[in-house]
Structures are given as structure tokens and as C-alpha cells.
């Protein structure tokens, strides 16, 4: 399987001049980790997503994560692309006997866009050293744009889609 196009030049020039943009990933949401873990901040999809696509928009670059059955549960190809045909592209595997039914299928597609997209394009979701200041101007600035802050908020699919047969047979086993 291929994972980038033949050359790169243009993409990788677009992609410097994008990091070079992006600051970091907001960590607004809030992950209870039950009795012993406690509270623990993270930058959900949608901060990753707040925190990429300016800079990617405009420096020409865009991407796509598509679902995919694999032999034991899904594939998640998250793939990079510039406006000149380059691209470059990953893969993560979801195994469907650790995702505990739909649900949780839904929840480990969120959690490994996520991973994926911040790997693939170099945003962190630690905040700035320089501290509170500037994150909250930045908050600030954003909060009109977004909705309220979100506690473990359910990640909405754009449509529902039927599971293959195969992962069926694969889930009732």
C-alpha cells in the first residue's frame, strides 16, 4: 500500500508554512477517569480541528480520514493532500474485540482521528509555556465561534452507516 504520492516538494513547503501557524490544540474538555484516576483536561477533535484548518485552508492543504474493514475491525486512513495532487497518508488499526459494540467503535474512530490528524499535520495539545495569558486570549477570541465547553460530549457521526456483514460476524463472535 502506498502512503505518499511520488514527490512531496510542494506539499511539504505548504506543510512547514502551516506548522509554522499552528500553536497548539485548546485543552477545553474534561475526561473523568473514575474514582482513582480523577479529572484529567484534553484537547478533544473538534479543538484539533479549531486549531488546524485555518493554517491548512491557507496554505492549500486539506485531508480526509476514511474507515476501512480490515481483517480483525477497521482501518482509520487519515490522508493529507495539497492542491498540486501530493499527498501523504497513515493508517491506524482499531481492533474490533477491544471497542465493546458500537458505541464503542464510535468513541475509538474519535479518539484515533484525533491522534491521527495531530500526528499527521504536528499540533500538540500541550499548552504554551508561555502560560494562561495567551490561551485565554485566544478562548476569548473563539468563544463566540464555538459552542460552550464540552464534558465528555458525544462526537455526532454525519451519517449512520450499516456495519459490513463481515464485522457483524466478526462482532457476534
Known sequence: ?????????NLAKALCAA?????????D???????????RKYADL???????KPALSKNELAYTQQTMPNDNGISLRTTL????????????SLPIDRMGG????????????????????????????????????????H???????????PQKPAQRQEMPDELKAKAKE
Do not use: C
Request: glycine share 10%; net charge negative.
Open 81 to 92: 493532500m495539497h492542491s498540486s495532487g501530493e499527498w501523504v497518508s497513515g493508517i491506524i
Open 19 to 27: 506548522q509554522s501557524e499552528i500553536t497548539f490544540a485548546l485543552k
Open 102 to 141: 458500537i458505541q464503542g467503535m464510535g468513541s475509538a474512530l474519535t479518539y484515533a482521528r484525533r491522534y491521527a490528524l495531530s500526528a499527521l499535520v504536528g499540533v500538540s495539545s500541550d499548552e504554551d509555556d508561555d502560560g494562561q495569558e495567551a490561551q485565554d486570549a485566544w478562548k476569548n477570541k
Open 29 to 39: 474538555s474534561t475526561a473523568d477517569m473514575g474514582m482513582k484516576g480523577g479529572k
Open 143 to 153: 468563544a463566540a465561534q464555538r459552542p460552550a465547553t464540552r464534558q465528555n460530549a
Open 1 to 9: 500500500m502506498e502512503y505518499q504520492s511520488e514527490s512531496i516538494g
Open 46 to 52: 473538534q479543538s484539533v480541528l479549531d486549531a488546524i
